[in-house]
């Protein structure tokens, strides 16, 4: 079984300052790791993933999150956010060796980036 | 590609009635699955199919929640009867075979009265 901590359920900061939203997982298996976002009345958009390579992996948008197999954490990071990246962040893992595509989320964690 | 398809956006309907959701996932994705998000429970998995055919419905919440998926394109989701506690925005969302990456439909908002 698989499980996601989200440690934070929401965030307050400024805009242009850094942020750092965590997650830690546990799983007993190699495991794949997502992050979506999900904007105020809209579905949950992928943000980013880690699949294998490089364990630090970015998305367009700025944001980026390593995978830190010892620590099993998944950490999202922004060295500068902007009004626009208000929103839920949710991070997610599966089963690597699992056909069956489920994925187990985090409880989200609520980005709120204030003028 | 239009992307997952859900209808309706938004579903208002009284207590004991029944109600159904539908979707449309992304052409040639081989998963399918739906998902209930609440204030107090989060994203919760209800039910998930593979080429048409359920795999895990653990996380249906009872009886009263059904779900079929009778072609590769359309999938519904039924509550009946419905009840107050079953308001909840409800997601649909497919994958492909590799990746595991899901993607999301705008999801639909029911409110029961």
């Known amino acids: 079984a698989q499980s996601v901590t989200q440690l934070d359920s929401q965030v307050p900061v400024f805009e242009e300052a850094p942020v750092e939203l965590r997650c830690n997982y546990s799983?007993?298996?190699?495991?794949?790791l997502f992050w979506y976002v999900q904007y105020p009345n809209q579905g949950l958009q992928l943000l980013l993933k880690y699949l294998s390579g490089s364990t630090l992996v970015e998305s367009i948008n700025g944001f980026e999150a390593e995978f830190n197999k010892s620590q099993t954490s998944f950490h999202l990071r922004k060295p500068s956010v902007h009004i626009s990246d208000t929103a839920e962040y949710f991070c997610?893992?599966?089963?690597?060796?699992?056909?069956?595509?489920?994925?187990?989320f985090g409880g989200g964690t609520r980005l709120m980036v204030k003028p | 590609d239009a992307g997952v398809i859900q209808s309706p956006r938004h579903e208002v309907t009284e207590m004991g009635q029944e109600v159904t959701l539908r979707c449309k996932p992304i052409s040639g994705h081989d998963y399918l699955f739906w998902y209930r998000q609440t204030m107090m429970r989060g994203l919760e998995l209800l039910i998930y199919f593979n080429n048409n055919v359920p795999i895990d419905d653990s996380g249906m919440p009872e009886d009263r929640f059904s779900a079929k998926m009778p072609n590769a394109s359309f999938s519904t989701l039924k509550i009946q009867p419905s009840e107050p506690r079953d308001s909840a925005v409800y997601f649909c969302a497919s994958a492909g075979k590799t990746g595991n990456e899901q993607f999301f439909g705008p999801g639909t908002r029911l409110t029961v009265l």
């Open positions: 997610a893992v599966s089963d690597r060796w699992n056909a069956g595509n489920m994925l187990t």
């Open positions: 799983s007993s298996v190699s495991v794949y």
